[in-house]
C-alpha cells in the first residue's frame, strides 16, 4: 500500500503548506547509470523518500509511465540535440509535445519543460533558435490545451553572469542581451518562470580562497565576518542566495520583473580525484540538509524575500557514465541500491531519509481502521501517552484521520514505554520505522528534529548586519585588489 501512504503523505504537504508560500526541494534524475533500477522501482524510492518533484533531462517514457498517478510532479526535458531541430519546426514541437507531454497527462503530472540544459553555455549555436523552440512548444501545449498546467523554460547555467558578487550590480554577459531579453519576453508573457543551475561548489573551487568554504555550505561563518553587498547592504549568509539574488538583479538589469527564478540544479559532488579536496561526504551532506533547511524556510532572498526558492538538488543517483573529472560522476544522493550515500533529512514533511538510529513506532498503512481506533483510544488512555499534539489546533492535528493520529500516538507511547517492555504491536495496527514521520511542526516524540522546529528555523548564523556595529568595513577599492576582479563581495572583518 505504497500507494495509500503516498496519498496520506499528499494530504500531509496540503495540510503544512496552506499557510505558508510552501517552497518545495525537488530532485534530479539524470540517467548516465550503470545498473539504473527499472523505472518502477525509481518512483517506489522517490515515493518511500517522499520526494514530491523531479526533473527529468529527457522525456524518457518508462519514467513518465511509472509516474503515473503517483502525484509526483515532473518537469521534462528537450535533450540539447533536440533543440536545434525543434526551434525549426512547428511541427516537430507540436510532435514532441503530444508524444512526450499530452500522452501522458493528466495521470503523470508534468509542470514543466526544461528547453536543452545550459544552451547559451554548452551549445552556443543553438541560441538563435532557443526561444523560436520555446515559442512552438508552447504554442503546441495552447493547441493542447495545456499551456496553463505545464510551463515552457530553459535552465541557464551561472557562466551567463561574469560578476555576480556583489549581487545588485551583478548583469548577464552583455553578448547574450538579445537572447535572453526575449527568454525573459517569452517567460514574462506566458506566466513562466527562469530555471537557474546555481552551484556554490564550483562559485568556491573557483574562487580561488575569496570566499571560505562556510559561506559555500551555508555555514555560519566566523562570527566577526559578514558578507553584505556594498550598495543594498544586504547580508549574504549564504553563496547560494547571492546567487540567486545575481540572477534577479540580472534579469532587473534587462528591465524585467516580477518573473521567479527556479534552481533547477544545486548540489554538491561527495567524491572527487586528487586535485577536488572539497568534494567529500562530509561536505556534500553539510551542503545539501543545510540547502534542503534553507529552502524550507520558504523565504527568498535578500532582494526578494517574499519569493521562496524552489530548488532541485542534482542529483538522486551517481551518473558513473559520465566523463570528466572524478567529481562530475559522483553528485547522486542514493547508491543504484536505493541506500543513501549519506544522510540527508528534508526535515518537513517531505524529507529524504538517510540513516536514523532512532525507531518509531507508526500504524501500519493497511491497518483495519476501527482496529486503529482502538489502539488509538488505548494509547492516549491507559496507556498514557501525551495526545496534546493530535488535538484540534494543535501541530499534528492535520490531516484528521485516524492512521494519522494513531501514529502520532503508537509513536509517543513506544518512545515512552520502549525501555520498560512497551511494544510496538497495537493488534497487529502498529510498525517500526527509522524514518523520522514528523512533517513540518508537528515534531514526534524521539525525533531529532525537536529543537529545528520542522526545518523552519534558520541555520544559526549570525545576527543582522549592523553597519555601525564596531565591524569596520573595507574600501571597496582596496577589496577589489585583495580579490580578483571576478568577485566583488564587501567583507566586514
Ligand atoms: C499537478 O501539479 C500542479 C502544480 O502543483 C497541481 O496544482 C495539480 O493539482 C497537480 N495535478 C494533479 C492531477 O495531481
Ligand atoms: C561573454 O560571452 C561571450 C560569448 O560566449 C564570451 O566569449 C565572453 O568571454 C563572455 N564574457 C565574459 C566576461 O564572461
Ligand atoms: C546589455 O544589457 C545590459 C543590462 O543588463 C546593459 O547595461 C548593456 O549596455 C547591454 N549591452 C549591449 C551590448 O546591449
Ligand atoms: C531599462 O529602462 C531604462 C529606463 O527606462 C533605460 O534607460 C534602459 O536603457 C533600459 N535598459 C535596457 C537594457 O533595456
Ligand atoms: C549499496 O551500494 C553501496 C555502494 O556500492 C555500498 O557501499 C552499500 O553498502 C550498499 N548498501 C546495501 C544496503 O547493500
Ligand atoms: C547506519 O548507522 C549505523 C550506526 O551509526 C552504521 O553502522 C551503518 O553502517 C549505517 N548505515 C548506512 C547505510 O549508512
Ligand atoms: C530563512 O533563511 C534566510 C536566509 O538564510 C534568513 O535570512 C531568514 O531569517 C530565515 N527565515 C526564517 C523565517 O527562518
Partial sequence: MVLEKWFRSILLLVGIFTNALGAFVGVNIGTDVSNMPSASDVVA???????????????????LEALSNSGIEVIVGLTNEEVLGIGESPSAAAAWVNEN???YMPSTNITA?????????????????????????????VASNLNYQVKVSTPQSMDIIPKPFPPSTATFNSSWNSTL??????????????????????GYTNGNGIFPIDYALFQPLASVKQIVDPNTLFQYNSMFDAMVDATYYSIDALNFSGIPVVVTEAGWPWL??????????????????????????DSGPPSQPNTPINTYIYELFNEDKRTGPVSEKNWGIFFTNESA??????????????????????????????????????ACGQGHANCNAIQAGQPCYNPDTVESHASYAYNDYYQNMRSVGGTCDFQGTATTTTNDPSYGSCIYTGSSNLTTGGG?????????????GGSMKLPVSELQSLIAATFLALILL
Wanted: charged share 15%; hydrophobic share 40%; glycine share 4%.
Fill in 101 to 103: 507531454v499530452a500522452s
Fill in 272 to 297: 572527487g580525484g586528487a586535485n577536488e579536496p572539497d568534494a567529500t561526504i562530509e561536505n556534500a551532506e553539510t551542503f545539501n540538509s543545510n540547502l534542503i533547511r534553507r529552502v524550507l524556510n
Fill in 45 to 63: 524510492m522517490l515515493k518511500a523518500n517522499q520526494i514530491t518533484h523531479i526533473r527529468l533531462y529527457d522525456a524518457n517514457n518508462h519514467i
Fill in 181 to 202: 531579453y526575449q527568454v525573459l519576453q517569452f517567460l514574462k508573457n506566458t506566466n513562466s518562470y527562469y530555471m537557474l543551475n546555481a552551484y556554490p561548489y564550483y
Fill in 113 to 141: 519543460i526544461a528547453v536543452g540544459s545550459e544552451v547559451l553555455t554548452s551549445i552556443p549555436n543553438a541560441a538563435p533558435v532557443l526561444v523560436t523552440a520555446m515559442n512552438y512548444l508552447h504554442k503546441a501545449l
Fill in 341 to 378: 550515500v549519506y544522510p540527508l533529512s528534508l526535515s518537513s514533511s517531505n524529507r529524504i531519509t538517510g540513516n536514523s538510529s532512532v525507531v518509531f513506532c507508526v500504524a501500519k498503512d493497511n491497518a483495519d481502521s476501527d482496529k486503529l481506533q482502538e489502539g488509538l483510544n488505548w
Fill in 456 to 468: 523552519i528555523t534558520p541555520t544559526p548564523a549570525f545576527g543582522p548586519v549592523s553597519p555601525e
